[in-house]
């Protein structure tokens, strides 16, 4: 499987030469995990973030759409996500658990290095991979921010219902109370953040404060309710998320990825129609992808035994599991190809098979994935990105460093990809489902 990005003090995303996604397959993946969870992607964690991002809106509300910090860069929701994470930090203790809270790592370190939480000190690629850029396309989907990132109908209802669940008086409006008096701290620091470019002192219980109210992994009875509901009726087509979300609840525990493919199976037959087609195209689809990953995959990890030597074509044959991947590739790009849906979301799906159909025997399976490995990574924009398999002048396959294999593929995994039934499942546990 190829995990979704994920990104630390150093970032691989941001050096031009290393990539992603060496087989061209991320493009139909992310399009029929849309067509099925159009709301979510496999980054999100803990729903509670939802009423975090809600909760900036509303302080943020008073800022225009081209305000940023003193640092010229940095808008007022992220200054605000900032002051959120720092108090999870410096308030760990309160914190039911900080193992899902984008963010926290690199803001601690920056605690123990007694700086400031600034651009530089936070995330790369912040408006993406902060909480409010990974909650971005659900909050938008469900109704609690606009595409200007402005508090929406439904992120009225969840600040409301929220501050009236934590007894905190006069947030949503009011001039005196316990939430009155957090919403002025919030709106101070914020203001003083942006003035700055930077988080600075705050009263130590300005940081108990927020995480007691917004710690991620402990919403409220009626918070749980209302974040159900706007994830059923809002996170896709409210039938299909509803009967999805019926039938992982009624499993009574979180999925994890090695199971995904068998519940996504078993829903198949009895699916309302349009998912139960959805289902179908994504099994057909992973049929092709499965064989092909587990080719390259074979030939990442036996160049990789001996980095310096790497591997031969008749090594490959000899160890990798040649026929069974070249029978597999073969009859799944027969039922992919008539396949309705994967027509409608794969246009160009038929040059990749013409490319593949030269796998006429055990033999070309090799040739035919380096080919098509090549072809994917020369049109990668915004220049092409260099092959990860390099072939010595001895006819000797090599793999670049970044790209080495430790372990032979495993079988175990029937689906390269993951459709998002992971998260929506975490999301139940975590919105009392399982209890």
């Not at 397959?25 to 029929?32: C, F, K, N």
């Not at 027969?334 to 799906?349: C, G």
Request: aromatic share 8%; net charge neutral; proline share 6%.
């Amino acid at each position: 499987m190829f995990s979704p990005p994920a990104c630390s003090v150093f970032d691989p995303l941001a050096q031009s030469d290393v990539s992603i996604d060496p087989l061209g397959l991320a493009l139909v993946y992310e399009r029929l995990a849309d067509r099925m969870l159009p709301g979510m992607t496999v980054r999100m964690r803990r729903p509670r973030f939802l009423t975090a991002l809600a909760v900036g809106a509303f302080i943020c509300g008073e800022y225009g759409p081209d305000t940023v910090a003193a640092d010229g860069v940095t808008p007022p929701y992220l200054v605000f996500e900032w002051w959120i994470v720092e108090a999870f930090v410096r308030a760990n203790d309160v914190l039911e658990d900080n193992r899902q809270i984008p963010g926290f790592r690199k803001v601690d370190a920056a605690r123990l290095a007694g700086r400031p939480v600034d651009a530089s000190a936070y995330l790369k690629t912040a408006s993406v991979f902060g909480f409010t850029g990974i909650f971005r396309r659900l909050a938008r989907r469900a109704q609690v921010i606009t595409e200007h990132n402005l508090l929406d109908e439904a992120g009225h209802g969840l600040v409301q219902l929220w501050a009236a669940e934590r007894g905190l008086d006069g947030f949503y409006r009011g001039e005196s109370g316990a939430g009155a008096t957090l919403r002025a701290d919030l709106a101070k620091a914020v203001a003083e953040g942006l003035r700055d470019g930077r988080t600075g002192s705050r009263p130590g219980r300005f940081a108990e404060t927020i995480a007691t109210h917004l710690d991620p992994s402990k919403p409220g009875r009626r918070e749980r309710s209302l974040l159900r509901e706007l994830i059923d009726d809002r996170a896709g087509d409210p039938d299909e998320v509803r009967f999805v979300t019926e039938a992982l609840a009624k499993r009574g525990t979180p999925l994890e990825f090695r199971d995904e493919a068998a519940v996504l199976r078993s829903l198949r037959a009895r699916a309302p129609d349009r998912l139960g087609t959805t289902l179908k195209a994504i099994d057909v689809y992973e049929e092709f992808c499965r064989p092909l990953t587990d080719a390259f995959d074979w030939l990442r990890f036996l160049a990789s035994e001996n980095p310096q030597h790497g591997a031969s074509a008749n090594e490959f044959l000899k160890q990798a599991p040649v026929d069974e991947l070249t029978r597999r590739l073969t009859l799944a790009i027969d039922v992919a190809s008539e396949n309705d849906v994967l027509t409608e979301l794969w246009p160009d799906r038929s040059e990749v098979f013409t490319r593949l159909r030269e796998v006429h025997r055990p033999a070309d399976l090799l040739d035919a994935v380096i080919d098509h490995h090549r072809e994917v990574q020369r049109r990668k924009p915004p220049d092409g990105k260099r092959a990860w398999i390099e072939e010595t002048s001895r006819q000797r396959l090599l793999v670049r460093a970044a790209y080495r294999l430790e372990n032979a593929p495993s079988n175990n995994l029937p689906y390269v990809h993951e459709y998002r039934l992971p998260t929506l499942s975490r999301f139940l546990a975590d919105l009392g489902a399982f209890r």
